[in-house]
């Protein structure tokens, strides 16, 4: 049920998350405009979900919830209404927040929804059902831009309204549901030893994921524009990343039987060899190709984030807040830094070859610490 809301909130923030870099596009936005816009929801969801937790404790996980959706449905309607670009910042930035509402407590809700031996499984579901809802949504997004620029916003909205009557219907009632701890112990997971630098790696990893996809998700409208793509091609292209996340999750459950630290470098690495491919690419057959490859180790980054997060964390979420944190982080100043890069060299290439020597730092730290470790356990 719970994974069933992430699949439907997720497929209304796919086709939102393409159609206002469109609309902006459309509206004359430049490059670093396009980034603005692109890092206000995700800005307004990283301030309101550090909030969320005392709003929760007030009002209660369901109530929030529903605040959220309902939130959300309303903010989604003013988007359509922009005049300018400037017009979609502080509406895209109360979509955010209103997202902010809504993940954290239901989020904990499907985590005391399951077992603690069954925590690996519900990973990979809970990552296969948000991953396939936002890449229907991104599919989606363009063709019914094409049909009209309204089209897409009503789309979302009247997904979030529907989601609204479930939560009301359904997650009021159950109020008094007793909840789980949302923690495991790392001894029934898994026999890999790893140190507390394993963990950070993990969540750089994710943070460059979030960074590379913000920067593809936020300013590739604008570059295909400039190439005379028409949105239903830049909506298809855009789901291949989304697809490779998804065909990354529905493998995982190998991954846990094999995951290793050193793993973190060879993903680091893909990410930043896709994100070079796309800096290069010259037609849309090059891009698919990168994006679907973007995808697919993005994925794994992702799903690495996550597992090392949880079983460095015992009793408590730190390991998971920080890990939601790179995610917020990662949209904020990828499309943010991204497009004033793009705007001050006049490349729709360079951004990529931003978060590409980021990742390049990452890689080299990597080595390092893990050639450190490698000789300390030689020499004892």
Known sequence: FWCALALIMDFAGGVLSVAIPLLAVELGANDAMVGLIGAMAPLGYMAFTLLNPRVSKHIGKERSALVGTLC???????????????????????????????????????????????????????????????????????????????????????????????????LLRKANRSESVFATDVNELTSVTFTPYTVVSAQLGNLLRTLTVGVVIALFPKWAADMNMNPERVSQLLFLVLAGHVVSFMIAPLLYQWIRPTM?????????????????????????????????????????????????????????????????????????????????????????????????????????????????????
């Open 72 to 170: 959300y449905t309303v903010v989604v309607l003013l988007l359509p209404f922009a005049q300018r670009p400037l017009h979609l910042v502080i509406p895209s930035a109360l979509t955010g927040i209103a997202l902010g509402f809504y993940w954290p407590p239901v989020q904990a809700l499907m985590g005391a929804s399951v077992e603690q031996r069954r925590l690996l499984t519900f990973i990979t579901i809970y990552n296969v059902s948000w991953s396939f809802g936002r890449t229907m949504g991104t599919r989606m997004a363009g063709t019914l831009f094409t049909l009209h620029q309204s089209l897409p916003f009503i789309t979302s909205s009247v997904v979030g309204a529907c989601l609204a009557v479930v939560l009301g219907g359904t």
């Open 264 to 380: 973190l470098l060879g993903i680091k690495t893909a990410i930043i060899i896709a994100g070079a491919g796309i800096a290069f690419s010259q037609t849309a057959l090059h891009f698919a190709f990168w994006f679907l490859i973007l995808g697919f180790s993005a994925g794994l980054a992702c799903t690495t984030s996550t597992y090392f997060s949880i079983l460095s964390q015992g009793q408590t979420t730190r390991g998971s807040a920080r890990h939601e944190a790179t995610v917020g982080a990662g949209f904020v100043f990828g499309p943010l830094l991204g497009g004033l890069v793009a705007q001050l060299v006049g490349s729709p290439r360079a951004p990529y070859m931003m978060t590409g020597a980021f990742g390049a730092i990452l890689v080299l730290l990597d080595s390092f610490k893990f050639l450190q470790v490698g000789a300390h356990h030689r020499h004892h």
